[in-house]
């Protein structure tokens, strides 16, 4: 592909960067609201607009459900604790299908079911919707462990949505505080790996890089230069395709010949981890050429 640029060094405003929160929790009841608009103003100008329209309206459906939701509850002070002493995520993993989520599941996968979509996204939605429990905590775990079935992503993805949706409402009610890193690639939160990251313009973080969770939507600090896959410092390198402004590059390691995306928000506020992940596509089709693999998780684009 044209456009490919020479593996540069990614310079770092280390001046710009004041003194930045280990970690920034979701505000649920905005993220994706905000994501969807972000989706739509994608979508007025890129090939992939049908499907940045259908996950705007899949967004808006995220959004939408939470009206009808009990409150979210902390967990309890014990368990936060005991996460920070043992440097581990205080959100518990451990669903058994009933209560909330299946609740989140039910009024998901029904309002899914009015947005236009292809006959092969219709056909899996309907799938997964009548999946029984035992099926529904199998794609779940498959979501969790960050992969997902060649001849099921479309499930799955209807799956992490309604996942986002639990995952983002516990987070944000958290204590952004008594969080503490736990590994190289994993969310603080709830332990999962991270979409992207991102350069931000936030006041008090400026120039300040940050990783933003694929499921909960936690940011949390990590230094630049580092890969956020396995924490190496040596090898880094940076591509992105020219004429795009350099608000997304492929950080590149290596070390352990993984690749990731890092945004520059700071460039571009209107930037949303998930929705710029998708619209970049462009750039995973670059990486394929090369001996990069791609990490993290992005289940929106497992199918391309």
């Not at 049908?50 to 509850?73: G, T, V």
């Not at 995952?167 to 979409?195: E, H, I, Q």
Request: charged share 20%; with cysteine.
């Amino acid at each position: 592909m044209k456009g490919k640029s020479a593996v540069l060094p990614d310079p770092t405003a280390i001046g710009d960067v004041s003194s930045p929160p280990f970690a920034r929790l979701p505000d649920s009841a905005l993220l994706f609201s905000a994501r969807s608009k972000r989706l739509r103003q994608l979508a007025e100008t890129s090939s992939l607009s049908p499907y940045l329209i259908f996950l705007a309206q899949l967004s808006e459906a995220q959004h939408d459900i939470q009206a009808a939701l009990p409150l979210p509850e902390r967990p309890d002070p014990g368990r936060i604790k005991r996460a920070r002493e043992f440097e581990m995520p205080p959100l518990d993993r451990e669903i058994d299908g009933g209560g909330t989520i299946s609740d989140i599941f039910d009024r998901l996968f029904a309002a899914a079911d009015t947005i236009e979509k292809p006959a092969a996204a219709a056909e899996a939605l309907a799938r997964v919707a009548k999946a029984d429990v035992r099926n529904r905590l199998a794609m779940v775990q498959n979501v969790f462990s960050s992969v997902l079935p060649a001849d099921a992503i479309a499930e799955h993805v209807f799956v992490w949505a309604a996942l986002q949706v639990q995952f983002a409402r516990l987070a944000s009610v958290l204590d952004a505080a008594m969080l503490v890193p736990v590994a190289d690639g994993l969310c603080p939160a709830c332990g999962s790996r991270p979409v992207s990251s991102m350069v931000v313009g936030w006041p008090g973080s400026h120039g300040a890089r940050f990783c933003s969770c694929s499921l909960c939507g936690t940011f949390w600090h990590y230094v630049r230069v580092k890969c956020t896959l396995c924490g190496s410092t040596k090898g880094i390198g940076y591509q992105e395709i020219e004429g795009q402004g350099g608000v997304v590059k492929a950080e590149t390691c290596d070390e352990c010949h993984g690749w990731s995306k890092i945004f520059y928000q700071d460039r571009e506020p209107g930037v949303d981890a998930v929705a710029d992940d998708v619209a970049s596509l462009s750039l995973d089709l670059l990486m394929r050429e090369g001996p990069y693999r791609r990490g993290g998780f992005a289940p929106l684009l497992a199918g391309f």
